[in-house]
């Protein structure tokens, strides 16, 4: 299989590399870590949880002898335990390249190619959500109630950082200041940045996608409601 017929797979090992085509293929290891793929969790469903775990261990113990059986590697780290295994670590020689990619019962992670650089990824914007703590600031006003207002902006920024700096900048804008009923002159100012959640929201167009898009989310616990008792079926 030529390096050509390689790369134009598209779950290709070497998606990701840019190989040099004077380093001979002979000589061409991958450093790979491969996974081994869950059962279908439907064929679980009869089982109580304990046994479940046994089985999942039975299931992996079985993908691994048949992995390492496949003679399409040397040495090799485990990952995860003797009694369940989840994986291994090794170097596949490029020649095994086309065998393995043909098996379906595990997912491969190229970590470092021998006689290649990886490709520099460019870092692409997508919408993250800020979350902030905005107050009302009201002219000679010091006891009682203030208004808060906790509000979610989208903004399209490259990382966490850069979007919380987007939003720096056009703090100046929150605290244009105007008149009251009562005379008195008021402000909005952003008192925190709170949170940033990155979303799955590349360009507008994903806002509509029928499902919805998830702008924010936040995982929290709290005591156990009786309604939602589950027995799993």
Not at 29 to 46: A, C, G, Q, R, T
Not at 55 to 65: G, M, S, T, V
Request: glycine fraction near 4%.
């Amino acid at each position: 299989m030529s390096i050509d017929q390689m790369l134009s797979k598209e779950n290709s090992l070497l998606k990701e590399w840019t190989l040099d085509p004077n380093f001979p293929d002979q000589m061409r290891f991958l450093d790979v870590n491969i996974h081994l793929k869950y059962p279908d969790v439907d064929s679980l469903l009869e089982f109580e949880p304990q046994e479940r775990k046994r089985l999942i261990a039975q299931d992996h113990r079985e993908k691994f002898n048949e992995l390492i059986q496949l003679n399409l590697f040397q040495d090799y780290e485990r990952i995860g335990t003797t009694k369940r295994p989840t994986g291994v670590k090794t170097k596949i020689p490029f020649s095994a390249l086309a065998e393995i990619q043909k098996l379906d019962f595990v997912d491969i992670f190229t970590e470092k190619v021998d006689g290649a650089k990886k490709k520099k990824q460019r870092k692409q914007s997508v919408f993250y959500c800020v979350k902030m703590t905005v107050v009302a600031q009201i002219e000679g006003v010091d006891s009682g109630l203030e208004q808060v207002d906790d509000q979610y902006v989208l903004i399209k920024a490259k990382s966490h950082d850069d979007a919380y700096a987007k939003i720096e900048k056009q703090k100046d804008e929150y605290e244009v200041r105007y008149l009251n009923s009562d005379g008195r002159f008021v402000r909005w100012k952003i008192e925190s940045y709170d949170d940033c959640y990155q979303t799955d929201i590349k360009s507008f167009k994903d806002l509509k996608d029928p499902r919805g898009s998830e702008v924010y989310s936040k995982y929290r616990t709290r005591r156990m409601n009786p309604d939602n008792v589950w027995d799993g079926k």
